[in-house]
């Protein structure tokens, strides 16, 4: 029998898996610019102007929402970076 509660955290649960997110990288004293920049054209096809931009608000800033998207598309994405050595989460 489905109660209230179970509707209302199978739709909590729904609207969080499909609603956008967003992947942030932070800063590392381990990558060099250029090995994010690549990683950034490379992975998350950003132009070379977004993947700098992105490079220098993360080292400023300490960390950088470098895409937005569905949770389940971002997953991949972040795997990818993360097996390169950035330290990336989704939020």
Not at 17 to 39: A, C, G, R, Y
Not at 57 to 73: A, E, R, S
Request: glycine share 4%.
């Amino acid at each position: 029998m489905k109660t209230r509660e179970n509707l209302k955290d199978k739709t909590n649960s729904e609207f969080t898996k499909n609603s956008n997110h967003f992947l942030i990288l932070h800063n590392d004293d381990v990558n060099s610019f250029d090995f994010v920049i690549e990683s950034l054209i490379d992975i998350c096809q950003h132009k070379m102007e977004q993947a700098e931009q992105c490079a220098f608000i993360t080292h400023y800033k300490g960390k950088c929402d470098i895409k937005k998207g569905v949770f389940d598309v971002l997953v991949p994405i972040k795997d990818k970076l993360a097996q390169l050595g950035l330290s990336v989460t989704i939020d």
